[in-house]
Nanobody, 126 residues
Framework: QVQLVESGGGLVQDGGSLRLSCAAS????????MGWFRQTPGKGREFVAA????????RYADSVKGRFTISRDSAKNTGYLQMNSLKPEDTAVYYC???????????????????WGQGTQVTVSS
């Protein structure tokens, strides 16, 4: 059974940092694109970042470019989202997601992602 489990969320002050982790299990995810989305109450999921299976290609939302870094460790079957210079508007539930694409085509459309974690809360206080 394929499972994605996020961890690392929490409460941080404006300008602080957090690192989210996404542990995948059930099979190897080296051929999958991994991504992060976020959602606030009353809004749909917003694309944050994605990374190819090889780790060579990445894509970011304009709102996080230069502050967030997505990465992955294939040996651990784990993805990461390093979040620096956090702002109150980054407050959301963050979701890890994945879909199989050996060519590494990086979608930012949530409908393309087949596997989802349960989400982890990130709160940035002003």
């Amino acid at each position: 059974q394929v499972q994605l489990v996020e961890s690392g969320g929490g409460l941080v002050q404006d300008g602080g940092s957090l690192r989210l982790s996404c542990a995948a299990s059930g099979r190897t995810f080296t051929g999958d694109v991994m991504g992060w989305f976020r959602q606030t109450p009353g809004k749909g999921r917003e694309f944050v970042a994605a990374i190819s299976g090889s780790g060579r290609n990445t894509r970011y939302a304009d709102s996080v470019k230069g502050r967030f870094t997505i990465s992955r460790d294939s040996a651990k079957n784990t993805g990461y989202l390093q979040m620096n210079s956090l702002k109150p508007e980054d407050t959301a539930v963050y979701y890890c997601a994945a879909y199989y694409n050996v060519l590494g085509v990086l979608s930012q459309d949530e409908d393309d992602f087949d596997y989802w974690g349960q989400g982890t809360q990130v709160t940035v206080s002003s």
